[in-house]
């Protein structure tokens, strides 16, 4: 299938392109973005989308949420991190089925869709059912068996499961893994050690939640015996690429440190970091000390939604107000913490992440004819710091418009 996207103002993300570009079109042919250029003719059978006076930029990618915790928005409201999973989530969690994390992780695609969000990096359980809801609505989706040492659980146990799933879907281009660990504080160090060992063997990233709060430090000094978590990346974490998601409680001399090693991804999480009282990352000094830092939502259970405008705003926000400098954190800087920071996170920059010839075709389209944007004086920062997911008009996911004129095409 072909589709013409005619007459757009785009934002490709792309470095060989100016930033804002007039009256683009971009021609689609199957999954791959074949052209970029000014009056493209379409052909027989090609359809054509007008996006005059929108915006057509990435999709959004998402580098730490858990699908299927729709299911458990708006629990969390009073509750500490480790008090609220101990208390509400994990009790639940157990008697979940795979027809409840089916239907909650089709929820969240939905709403990502509808939201802008193309691509997602996931962390939860059941993962077939999670992969099945993905399939089903069309959504990019990153996933993992989820390495969490306990009786049932080990390093042995996940690695069997992940080497399943890598095989059961080898040829689906539309999901891909990596080597999930919950925490260094849940988890034993014999099982981090052969969790790692095997995602280095396989050329596979680790996406693992770290130092998210207060009291995890001090479980993680306790449980390894060590100084600083950051001990504990320099030791097991220098081969492989590596997603940290949260990164809250790091001092200046451990961001110093993390620096160092040239695999490191933050995922930033600020509206959970922020409901769950956890603090506010040193993200504005991860940036200057070279760190590649993306965006994520958490799961709905902590990050309420998965509208990636609505982080984006938080992002910024936040680091112009701790560190009361209005020249931090540059709107077009956010939207590529959103886009092609994300898919640098996953391994996926040479596929998704910006709008550019031979690239997959994830793309969205923004109407900005709205009260709260006009008028436009500064596009980026109208996009970071006014639009929203209803904003989003049309989305496309490897090809495929999921979403036209606000109109949900998944069945």
């Given at each position: 299938m072909q589709i013409l996207i005619k007459n757009?103002?785009?934002?490709?993300?792309?470095?060989?392109?100016?930033?804002?570009e007039e009256n683009i079109d971009i021609l689609i042919n199957n999954d791959i973005i074949?052209?970029?250029?000014?009056?493209?003719?379409?052909?027989?059978?090609?359809?054509?989308?007008d996006a005059t006076g929108k915006i057509v930029m990435p999709g959004l990618i998402?580098?730490?949420?858990?699908?299927?915790?729709?299911?458990?928005?708006?629990?969390?409201?009073?509750?500490?991190?480790?008090?609220?999973?101990k208390e509400k989530i994990w009790p639940i969690e157990d008697k979940l089925t795979s027809e409840d994390i089916y239907e909650a992780t089709y929820l969240s695609c939905i709403e990502m869709i509808k939201t802008g969000c193309t691509t997602i990096n996931d962390m939860y359980f059941m993962t077939d059912y999670i992969i099945k809801a993905a399939l089903k609505t069309g959504i990019r989706l990153q996933t993992t068996k989820t390495?969490?040492?306990?009786?049932a659980d080990s390093a042995e146990i996940r690695i069997e499961e992940l080497k399943r799933l890598i095989n059961t879907y080898k040829n689906e281009d539309m999901i891909s893994f990596n080597a999930g660990v919950h925490g260094l504080y849940t988890t034993?160090?014999?099982?981090?050690?052969?969790?790692?060992e095997f995602a280095k063997n396989n050329s596979m990233l680790v996406h693992m939640h770290f130092c998210e709060n207060s009291q995890e430090i001090q479980d993680i000094k306790r449980d390894y015996n060590v100084n600083s978590p950051m001990d504990v990346i320099e030791k097991y974490f220098v081969e492989?690429?590596?997603?940290?998601?949260?990164?809250?409680?790091?001092?200046?001399?451990?961001?110093n440190r993390l620096s160092k090693l040239k695999?490191?991804?933050?995922?930033?999480?600020?509206?959970?970091?922020?409901?769950?009282?956890c603090g506010v990352a040193k993200i504005q000094n991860m940036i200057d000390n070279g760190i590649n830092v993306s965006l994520g939502t958490d799961g709905q259970g902590s990050g309420s939604n998965l509208d990636m405008f609505e982080t984006m705003k938080f992002t910024a926000l936040l680091q112009k107000g701790v560190n009361e400098n209005p020249k931090n954190l540059p709107a077009?800087?956010?939207?590529?913490?959103?886009?092609i920071n994300g898919a640098n996170a996953l391994g996926l920059d040479e596929e998704i992440g910006s709008i550019k010839e031979n690239k997959k075709a994830d793309l969205i389209i923004l109407d900005i004819n709205t009260e709260v944007m006009q008028p436009v004086n500064d596009i980026f920062s109208d996009i970071v710091y006014n639009a929203k997911g209803t904003n989003v008009e049309t989305t496309i996911v490897n090809g495929k418009i999921l979403m036209e004129n606000k109109k949900i095409k998944v069945k």
């Amino acid at each position: 299938m072909q589709i013409l996207i005619k007459n757009a103002n785009l934002i490709s993300m792309d470095e060989s392109r100016e930033k804002y570009e007039e009256n683009i079109d971009i021609l689609i042919n199957n999954d791959i973005i074949e052209k970029i250029g000014r009056n493209i003719l379409p052909e027989t059978n090609v359809k054509v989308i007008d996006a005059t006076g929108k915006i057509v930029m990435p999709g959004l990618i998402n580098t730490h949420a858990h699908l299927p915790m729709s299911i458990f928005r708006e629990t969390i409201d009073g509750f500490e991190l480790q008090e609220w999973l101990k208390e509400k989530i994990w009790p639940i969690e157990d008697k979940l089925t795979s027809e409840d994390i089916y239907e909650a992780t089709y929820l969240s695609c939905i709403e990502m869709i509808k939201t802008g969000c193309t691509t997602i990096n996931d962390m939860y359980f059941m993962t077939d059912y999670i992969i099945k809801a993905a399939l089903k609505t069309g959504i990019r989706l990153q996933t993992t068996k989820t390495l969490m040492s306990s009786p049932a659980d080990s390093a042995e146990i996940r690695i069997e499961e992940l080497k399943r799933l890598i095989n059961t879907y080898k040829n689906e281009d539309m999901i891909s893994f990596n080597a999930g660990v919950h925490g260094l504080y849940t988890t034993k160090e014999e099982d981090l050690k052969e969790f790692i060992e095997f995602a280095k063997n396989n050329s596979m990233l680790v996406h693992m939640h770290f130092c998210e709060n207060s009291q995890e430090i001090q479980d993680i000094k306790r449980d390894y015996n060590v100084n600083s978590p950051m001990d504990v990346i320099e030791k097991y974490f220098v081969e492989v690429p590596v997603i940290l998601a949260h990164a809250v409680k790091l001092t200046d001399e451990e961001i110093n440190r993390l620096s160092k090693l040239k695999n490191i991804s933050v995922s930033h999480c600020p509206v959970s970091n922020l409901k769950l009282g956890c603090g506010v990352a040193k993200i504005q000094n991860m940036i200057d000390n070279g760190i590649n830092v993306s965006l994520g939502t958490d799961g709905q259970g902590s990050g309420s939604n998965l509208d990636m405008f609505e982080t984006m705003k938080f992002t910024a926000l936040l680091q112009k107000g701790v560190n009361e400098n209005p020249k931090n954190l540059p709107a077009y800087e956010v939207i590529k913490m959103a886009t092609i920071n994300g898919a640098n996170a996953l391994g996926l920059d040479e596929e998704i992440g910006s709008i550019k010839e031979n690239k997959k075709a994830d793309l969205i389209i923004l109407d900005i004819n709205t009260e709260v944007m006009q008028p436009v004086n500064d596009i980026f920062s109208d996009i970071v710091y006014n639009a929203k997911g209803t904003n989003v008009e049309t989305t496309i996911v490897n090809g495929k418009i999921l979403m036209e004129n606000k109109k949900i095409k998944v069945k």
